[in-house]
């Protein structure tokens, strides 16, 4: 019998393979995030990072993101989302993307990049904003770094609300099994939904 899980799955690679229109450097697509902490609006670059803004919205369009968590949150750094259920679940993703740090857009206050592993090219769904410049994570020569693809303009106060929470360790089901995480929220920060948006610039 087809699970649920595996409907989600399909439902989403028909999404991504849907999601091959290219944006015009001048289009700003903006994404809503309506989290139980606040509203979050983010401004997308698809001039300096379409792939990864192609990507990024094919999750939003499949409703990936929704009833998913921040679950790392540190204070003076960064919020990062985008890849477990409030059960604790990591969520199924598809395939990686391909790095584009090397725009050169710059991980300063406000902006929002893609969170990998190790290997530069293993982007999928997750993603973090940063609460401050942390210009260490950008991309130089010889150095891979992480791509920034849009920036908040509207919700800073929620994304350093967001940084306050009181965190510690958790449990998580992963693909490999379960495996501690460490800087979680105690008291879950939800993204209810993620949507597209028509806000005024």
């Known amino acids: 019998?087809?699970?649920?899980?595996?409907?989600?799955?399909?439902?989403?690679?028909?999404?991504?393979?849907?999601?091959?229109?290219?944006?015009?450097?001048?289009?700003?697509?903006?994404?809503?995030?309506?989290?139980?902490?606040?509203?979050?609006?983010?401004?997308?670059f698809p001039g300096k990072a379409p792939k990864t803004v192609e990507n990024f919205l094919a999750y939003v369009d499949a409703g990936f993101y929704d009833d998913t968590i921040f679950h790392r949150v540190i204070?003076?750094?960064?919020?990062?989302?985008?890849?477990?259920?409030?059960g604790f679940v990591e969520k199924e993703t598809q395939a990686p993307i391909a790095n584009e740090s090397i725009n050169k857009l710059h991980n300063i206050r406000g902006t929002v990049a893609m969170?990998?592993?190790?290997?530069?090219?293993?982007?999928?769904?997750?993603?973090?904003?940063?609460q401050r410049s942390n210009l260490r994570l950008d991309w130089s020569p010889g150095q891979p770094g992480y791509a920034v693809f849009g920036e908040v303009i509207r919700g800073m106060g929620v994304?350093?609300?967001i940084a306050t929470a009181e965190t510690g360790t958790?449990?998580?089901?992963?693909?490999?099994?379960?495996?501690?995480?460490?800087?979680?929220?105690i008291e879950?920060?939800?993204i209810k939904t993620a949507t597209r948006h028509?806000?005024?610039l």
């Open 159 to 161: 994304i350093d609300f």
């Open 1 to 44: 019998m087809m699970t649920r899980r595996f409907y989600l799955s399909f439902a989403l690679l028909l999404t991504l393979v849907a999601s091959t229109t290219t944006l015009a450097k001048d289009d700003f697509p903006i994404v809503r995030l309506d989290t139980s902490a606040g509203i979050i609006d983010i401004k997308l």
């Open 198 to 200: 028509k806000a005024a």
């Open 188 to 190: 879950s920060v939800v």
């Open 75 to 86: 204070d003076n750094f960064m919020v990062q989302g985008g890849g477990f259920t409030t």
């Open 170 to 185: 958790q449990n998580f089901e992963t693909a490999a099994g379960v495996r501690p995480f460490r800087d979680v929220p």
């Open 115 to 130: 969170a990998r592993t190790n290997d530069p090219d293993s982007a999928t769904a997750q993603f973090f904003i940063n």
